[in-house]
């Protein structure tokens, strides 16, 4: 895809959700969307191959919430860096702290911000249980935000230890989560959160998601999150 057919794509898909991009970003997003296509061919990053669907599903998916995020952002479970280098490229006021388990990814991260000549972004090789206890990290984020890594459960006993009192975690989901937001409440709340938004929108016509708020209202007990597995095993209900 060319640049300017890339550059109308996205300004569509942009207007539909009524977001502003600065000409600056398209060109880092395009730079990143050729990145991530030639990363591919070697190795697994995203089972999405086709253009339209990595501006839809990638970019537009991660940059809806560009408007609700401020201050130190970390991104959990990020993978090829979604949804938090797209929200850093439309938003560059933000500190990002990217966090994947998977090292070929992190290396994938780390080349792309170096493309497309990104600053006060942090990509991290490490599982978010044990980052969780480093002073440096725990309990330090005005934002933790997560798209589509685990179930509500077990996804929160990640978020929530990172976020400050009176920060967010901002959770990306299918339309199918609802049921995943009662089960989590018992977790959220013995966390320190608390439900403050559940939005459904519409990233394009046919394209339903879920928006989850959880404001962090007070001190996440030491013992969390739990070792390695045991938030995914044995969410807390």
């Given at each position: 895809m060319e640049y300017l057919k890339f550059k109308d794509t996205v300004t569509d898909y942009a207007n539909f959700n009524k977001l502003n991009i600065e000409e600056d970003a398209y060109k880092k997003l395009y730079k990143y969307m050729i990145n991530l296509i030639e990363w591919n061919q070697k190795i697994n990053l995203t089972a999405i191959k086709d253009e339209k669907e990595i501006i839809l599903k990638h970019f537009i998916d991660s940059i809806i919430i560009k408007d609700k995020i401020y201050g130190k952002v970390l991104d959990i479970g990020s993978g090829a860096?979604?949804?938090?280098?797209?929200?850093?490229?439309?938003?560059?006021?933000?500190?990002?702290?990217?966090?994947?388990?998977?090292?070929?990814?992190?290396?994938?991260?780390?080349?792309?911000?170096?493309?497309?000549?990104?600053?006060?972004?942090?990509?991290?090789?490490?599982?978010?249980?044990?980052?969780?206890?480093?002073?440096?990290?725990?309990?330090?984020?005005?934002?933790?935000i997560s798209r589509a890594v685990a179930n509500l459960s077990t996804l929160v006993e990640y978020m929530i230890p990172f976020t400050k009192i009176g920060g967010k975690c901002i959770c990306l989901k299918g339309p199918n989560c609802l049921e995943e937001i009662e089960s989590a409440k018992k977790a959220i709340s013995i966390l320190g959160g608390n439900v403050q938004e559940v939005e459904n929108y519409k990233i394009s016509q046919d394209n339903e998601r879920i928006l989850i708020i959880i404001e962090k209202i007070k001190h996440t007990p030491k013992i969390y999150p739990r070792k390695q597995g045991k938030p995914s095993k044995e969410p807390i209900m």
């Open positions: 860096g979604f949804p938090g280098i797209p929200l850093k490229i439309v938003n560059n006021d933000i500190e990002l702290v990217s966090v994947d388990s998977v090292n070929k990814k992190i290396k994938f991260q780390l080349d792309t911000i170096s493309k497309i000549d990104m600053q006060n972004i942090e990509c991290i090789h490490s599982r978010a249980e044990e980052l969780a206890m480093n002073i440096k990290y725990r309990e330090e984020f005005d934002f933790v």
